[in-house]
């Protein structure tokens, strides 16, 4: 009985430990030229590739938060190289620095500025 409860309270301990993600946390939307059903095939198909990469790679990530990034970042590489549309947050260059909302994230550049040709 003792040996029973050993294993048990080791398999749920490791269990506990485990990051694996559920699935993206992202929003990917389908290419203007591709149907439903690609869609959905591509997306099946990324979600078991980004699977199998976290899971080789789950020793690697500290927390669930980590896991759960990468496992995003390995989808939207592999949903954008099939053609879909992978919606950013954050500005769009070639906006007027008046139209900003909001200060660019400190990992994006900033956008070049459009010469001014009333400067002399």
Request: negative net charge; hydrophobic residues 30%.
């Amino acid at each position: 009985m003792l040996q029973i409860l050993t294993i048990l309270i080791s398999v749920f301990l490791l269990g506990a430990c485990s990051t694996m993600p559920g699935g993206p946390s992202v929003l990917v939307l389908p290419s203007a030229d591709k149907n439903f059903d690609q869609f959905h095939n591509d997306d099946l198909t990324c979600r078991q590739l980004t699977h199998k990469h976290i899971a080789t790679s789950q020793q690697d990530t500290d927390s669930n938060e980590d896991a759960q990034q990468s496992y995003d970042i390995v989808y939207i590489q592999c949903m954008y190289s099939k053609g879909h549309q992978v919606p950013v947050p954050g500005l769009m260059y070639g906006m007027q620095e008046e139209e900003w909302d909001q200060p660019p994230p400190p990992d994006m550049p900033a956008p070049p500025r459009a010469a001014n040709p009333k400067q002399r």
